[in-house]
């Protein structure tokens, strides 16, 4: 009997997941989606390597989403597949996965899945492929294995046949006799047996209490509904926090403890039993603060991506570089990072990190008197002779926030401090900062979107997963309502590495192409992107030729949502900073989430090459 | 509005949990039973310290599976209320958390519940102290506060309310108009109310598959029969290994893939389509070795426990101590302590260390085959001049496991290569190794567990959970049939410390009082256990006033199971490594696993006052 392993389960890029797998003494592989894209390797190089691993490759699993849609739907679909079809043959594989369907456009129609699942068959025929047809636990419609054979039946194409996979069979089912079906279906039918064993305990509400409670607010109760009609019947005992984490048990107690107070001040406001400052929701970004021992790099790629020295501190070592609206200051006077509450062990990082960001502010006192009300450490108004009395506070990750009124007649302008010098920006490229990304300690991500929440009056975006050749990073976007401010704050998936994680600033542009072409003219080096993943892009989207090749040649990446079209690409890493270009249009509201796997991957395989 | 925390929501020892709720301004704590019994204070120790930062105790959580039990388990149950009665006084709180029963014991029946409670509330009332009655979400048949909130009103108790808990509460329900019951309640009969967030995602089968999967045999799907069935289809394609693990993906690829296979080897075998030697499981502990740079402070605590130096071997710095059946050998000769795969960035840990162990194997050579079959690295056989080749293969932490036959005239003999010398055992106190705790490297727990299981044929018995004052710790036991191997595997929470976990090796003896009178005797440093501890021992236990005097002189632990009893104490640590003496009376079982937060948390005080 052959076994075979997908990518997915093994860590790391691509070549060392199958070079692990050949000596472990695998037969073969299942090629995963991601890992194809995210690899500098093309098709017959994967197919090359595998050979030489002595691995066959038995399955690839590019498409979701497929089947049981409006006809257009479809026709995209079919397009799409025969793209990946014919890369299935380039990879030398003969077989496809297509989960069942979890997109909303989907029917409950087995006669419609049936009836294009046989027309997607028809089409991998033509490149020698065949159709493994997997009912997800999750599916919309299909959800079970005995659903998905029913249709693969009813379909009736040689080309089409079943996948099996213990997980979502076993998942579902209640005992052995759900599994009576299994002999109904011919083995020749089964084009496909994918393994994975689970703990049972995870869908426990035992397990769920024991390990994943968290603080209110943190979560995704209405615990505030449960307070409101508590106190409603007369109760008068106190408000009591228990709260049984994993992760809280090794965090530090006291910044706990502090995290923990302030979720209760946050419910408290919002039952009606506790006055607070009206939070002050920041209008813009008006900088963000590098520090950095060596300024050089950091000028270096600012100077590349069009920022212009334009002023100096008056007493300081702090200079002001500035494009736009977009400004950043680099500040060789500080040593400290910002560190995680316990030493996560990893190795430190030299270089430039991101240290502060200013907001601006409407009322700077009002929003510090409510960030020091929601129990945020106070910094010391900065009061060196010339300096203006800037209201600071520092968030969970010590990042610290500077509350600023740029320009604004009636307040202190942080800019008095600064002398300015001749130069003017020379290309307008930039016009200001789209949003930073902050690396939070891993204890630390929950408590970071409600502290930024519940301090700042921004709001919380879904949390998502993005995979990491490493590790599964999670990434949660806190914004203003117009979005001129926007922090994506993310976590690793362990606490050994988030020292080594980067920070980034997010730069907006309207032509990220001009950008990224004036960015290299000046010498600046932009991150590569793998080829694959521009072949992938002409599969999802219908672009011309010439634009593709312009996002090959740049390394930008693409995405798409209900609302607009967001185009980036990424500089280099300086320290632990890099740079992104970004481009919105249409009102897109994302952050290529569906792009970050590509763009970790990339700066992984350039930190090999590099060894930094 | 009075905000209160409970201990368990936050880190480290209770001074460190009471000092971090005071300074982040909270009015109260809830005192977790565990966390009093691993405390040095005293109850009034506590309350002064709780007074001192300004806390009050609002709520000590004691007692579980009290109610709606046969009589005489009943009056078994209040006599133990009574002793945690006047304990609540003596922290001088008013309040005792009762949670709605999961003993087997309990019966469906309200008024039985509710008369119970109010004799149990009577007794409360003599103390001062009240009781409320919370419902456990996976209460055994209370597990909604409405019911829970019936059987107060049958009871109409004045010392008897409720106890409201978000999570028990909204983690049930399935929408806010299961709330409306709360509106039902007085305000005044609710007695207290806790709060907690929860993810939602943590119960969602889409959220199991993508993060929790694991290869087969390590989870608690029934892999095999699925396959089984499979197979008998006709199906000849490969077995595929899918798994999607927040674990695998952060742990280098070649061992996870070397993992990998072995399970599907095990696979293979279980559904017979792979024929492996058989597996030859082990019949005892032949040896455990330690490899430390200096050998003397072993060799004192060994000798103070009664060990002598009773062979030295003939070409290799490594000495034989031994008592019984019991032998440890020390290593000077060896620098490198097992590591886990990848350097998790911890502190190193010099001194002491356990690196391999000799398993008594009636068939060292089968042993080493199979294991070698299941992908085991076989290790070299040390064939120095007049050493016996000894079968020896690494297990997945990097102890080297020895398959050995002791004094079996057909088998080459491992004493043959040691040359006695002139000391005998002088206190025949331990008989033999009683088991051996391991600690794991973080990725590996699962499939160590696999290892032990389908290498060496030993049964691995249910994973349990262990509260340490940093975080939790996940325990696991794998054993033959008679129990003369066990050996435990232990993991950390998280992958930052699992090279500061202490090792152990537990020693039976059949006087555990005897044998730690003559340790001590002898210069030897018993572990201190907190005075709590005993004094829950006495609530929990019918155990005579002297008895308990001497388990409080000599630290010694207690724990009844279905079969006999358990009593064991523990040394001091050496290096990484400690002791443990042992006393199974009427076929125990276990591992004494419900005192290891005690005796974690008196080894962290003990870390914490010596500095080391």
Same mark, same amino acid.
């Given at each position: 009997?052959?076994?075979?392993?997908?990518?997915?389960?093994?860590?790391?890029?691509?070549?060392?997941?199958?070079?692990?797998?050949?000596?472990?003494?695998?037969?073969?592989?299942?090629?995963?989606?991601?890992?194809?894209?995210?690899?500098?390797?093309?098709?017959?190089?994967?197919?090359?390597?595998?050979?030489?691993?002595?691995?066959?490759?038995?399955?690839?699993?590019?498409?979701?989403?497929?089947?049981?849609?409006?006809?257009?739907?479809?026709?995209?679909?079919?397009?799409?597949?025969?793209?990946?079809?014919?890369?299935?043959?380039?990879?030398?594989?003969?077989?496809?996965?297509?989960?069942?369907?979890?997109?909303?456009?989907?029917?409950?129609?087995?006669?419609?899945?049936?009836?294009?699942?046989?027309?997607?068959?028809?089409?991998?025929?033509?490149?020698?492929?065949?159709?493994?047809?997997?009912?997800?636990?999750?599916?919309?419609?299909?959800?079970?294995?005995?659903?998905?054979?029913?249709?693969?039946?009813?379909?009736?194409?040689?080309?089409?046949?079943?996948?099996?996979?213990?997980?979502?069979?076993?998942?579902?089912?209640?005992?052995?006799?759900?599994?009576?079906?299994?002999?109904?279906?011919?083995?020749?039918?089964?084009?496909?047996?994918?393994?994975?064993?689970?703990?049972?305990?995870?869908?426990?509400?035992?397990?769920?209490?024991?390990?994943?409670?968290?603080?209110?607010?943190?979560?995704?109760?209405?615990?505030?509904?449960?307070?409101?009609?508590?106190?409603?019947?007369?109760?008068?005992?106190?408000?009591?926090?228990?709260?049984?984490?994993?992760?809280?048990?090794?965090?530090?107690?006291?910044?706990?403890?502090?995290?923990?107070?302030?979720?209760?001040?946050?419910?408290?406001?919002?039952?009606?039993?506790?006055?607070?400052?009206?939070?002050?929701?920041?209008?813009?970004?008006?900088?963000?603060?590098?520090?950095?021992?060596?300024?050089?790099?950091?000028?270096?790629?600012?100077?590349?991506?069009?920022?212009?020295?334009?002023?100096?501190?008056?007493?300081?070592?702090?200079?002001?570089?500035?494009?736009?609206?977009?400004?950043?200051?680099?500040?060789?006077?500080?040593?400290?990072?910002?560190?995680?509450?316990?030493?996560?062990?990893?190795?430190?990082?030299?270089?430039?990190?991101?240290?502060?960001?200013? #907001?601006?502010?409407? /009322?700077?006192?009002? !929003? =510090? @008197? %409510?960030?020091? +009300?929601?129990?945020?450490?106070? *910094? $010391?108004?900065?009061?060196?002779?010339?300096?203006?009395?800037?209201?600071?506070?520092?968030?969970?990750?010590?990042?610290?926030?500077?509350?600023?009124?740029?320009?604004?007649?009636?307040?202190?302008?942080?800019?008095?401090?600064?002398?300015?010098?001749?130069?003017?920006?020379?290309?307008?490229?930039?016009?200001?900062?789209?949003?930073?990304?902050?690396?939070?300690?891993?204890?630390?991500?929950?408590?970071?979107?409600?502290?930024?929440?519940?301090?700042?009056?921004?709001?919380?975006?879904?949390?998502?997963?993005?995979?990491?050749?490493?590790?599964?990073?999670?990434?949660?976007?806190?914004?203003?309502?117009?979005?001129?401010?926007?922090?994506?704050?993310?976590?690793?998936?362990?606490?050994?590495?988030?020292?080594?994680?980067?920070?980034?600033?997010? #730069?907006?542009?309207? /032509?990220?192409?001009? !950008? =990224? @072409? %004036?960015?290299? +003219?000046?010498?600046?080096?932009? *991150? $590569?992107?793998?080829?694959?993943?521009?072949?992938?892009?002409?599969?999802?989207?219908?672009?011309?030729?010439?634009?593709?090749?312009?996002?090959?040649?740049?390394?930008?990446?693409?995405?798409?949502?209900?609302?607009?079209?967001?185009?980036?690409?990424?500089?280099?890493?300086?320290?632990?900073?890099?740079?992104?270009?970004?481009?919105?249009?249409?009102?897109?509201?994302?952050?290529?989430?569906?792009?970050?796997?590509?763009?970790?991957?990339?700066?992984?395989?350039?930190?090999?090459?590099?060894?930094?």
């Amino acid at each position: 009997m052959r076994t075979s392993i997908a990518t997915v389960s093994l860590s790391g890029p691509l070549t060392e997941k199958l070079t692990a797998a050949a000596r472990a003494g695998f037969d073969g592989v299942e090629i995963f989606e991601n890992d194809l894209l995210a690899s500098p390797l093309g098709p017959e190089e994967i197919r090359s390597r595998c050979a030489d691993l002595g691995l066959s490759i038995d399955l690839y699993q590019p498409m979701r989403d497929v089947e049981a849609v409006p006809p257009e739907e479809f026709a995209r679909n079919l397009r799409r597949a025969r793209r990946k079809f014919e890369l299935t043959r380039r990879l030398g594989a003969d077989t496809v996965l297509v989960c069942s369907s979890v997109s909303p456009l989907a029917v409950d129609d087995d006669a419609l899945a049936a009836e294009q699942l046989s027309a997607l068959a028809d089409a991998a025929r033509e490149y020698g492929v065949r159709v493994a047809y997997e009912a997800l636990a999750w599916g919309r419609h299909v959800n079970t294995y005995d659903h998905a054979w029913r249709i693969v039946q009813a379909a009736g194409h040689p080309a089409l046949g079943t996948c099996l996979d213990s997980f979502h069979i076993l998942s579902r089912t209640s005992g052995p006799k759900d599994l009576d079906g299994i002999a109904d279906i011919p083995g020749e039918k089964i084009f496909f047996l994918q393994l994975a064993d689970a703990p049972l305990l995870a869908m426990d509400v035992l397990q769920w209490s024991r390990h994943y409670r968290c603080f209110p607010g943190q979560g995704g109760f209405d615990v505030a509904d449960l307070v409101r009609r508590v106190l409603a019947t007369g109760y008068d005992g106190p408000l009591s926090l228990e709260v049984f984490n994993d992760v809280f048990r090794q965090a530090e107690a006291g910044p706990t403890a502090v995290d923990a107070r302030r979720s209760l001040l946050v419910l408290q406001e919002a039952v009606g039993a506790a006055a607070l400052p009206e939070p002050v929701v920041p209008t813009g970004i008006a900088f963000a603060e590098l520090v950095t021992p060596d300024p050089e790099p950091v000028a270096a790629l600012l100077t590349a991506l069009g920022f212009a020295r334009t002023a100096r501190h008056r007493g300081k070592p702090v200079d002001l570089w500035q494009q736009g609206e977009a400004r950043v200051l680099v500040n060789t006077g500080r040593a400290a990072l910002p560190h995680s509450r316990r030493p996560s062990g990893g190795t430190p990082v030299d270089g430039a990190g991101l240290a502060a960001v200013g #907001l601006e502010s409407p /009322d700077p006192a009002g !929003a =510090a @008197r %409510r960030a020091e +009300a929601l129990l945020a450490p106070v *910094l $010391p108004r900065r009061r060196a002779t010339g300096d203006a009395p800037l209201d600071a506070v520092a968030a969970p990750d010590g990042t610290e926030l500077f509350f600023c009124a740029t320009g604004d007649p009636r307040l202190p302008d942080w800019l008095d401090d600064f002398e300015p010098t001749a130069h003017e920006p020379a290309a307008p490229d930039i016009r200001r900062i789209d949003h930073l990304a902050l690396t939070q300690p891993w204890h630390q991500f929950d408590e970071a979107a409600l502290f930024h929440r519940s301090v700042l009056g921004l709001r919380a975006q879904e949390s998502v997963d993005v995979a990491d050749p490493y590790g599964l990073l999670r990434s949660r976007a806190v914004t203003n309502d117009d979005g001129s401010v926007r922090i994506a704050l993310t976590v690793g998936a362990a606490p050994t590495d988030d020292t080594l994680r980067a920070q980034h600033i997010a #730069l907006a542009t309207d /032509d990220v192409v001009a !950008a =990224a @072409r %004036r960015f290299r +003219a000046a010498g600046g080096r932009l *991150l $590569p992107v793998p080829a694959n993943y521009h072949d992938d892009l002409a599969a999802r989207f219908d672009l011309p030729d010439e634009e593709l090749d312009t996002y090959r040649d740049l390394g930008i990446l693409y995405d798409r949502d209900a609302h607009g079209v967001f185009r980036h690409c990424y500089t280099r890493t300086v320290g632990r900073v890099f740079f992104e270009l970004v481009q919105r249009d249409g009102g897109y509201r994302g952050y290529g989430a569906q792009n970050a796997p590509v763009r970790l991957a990339a700066q992984h395989a350039v930190r090999h090459l590099t060894g930094g």
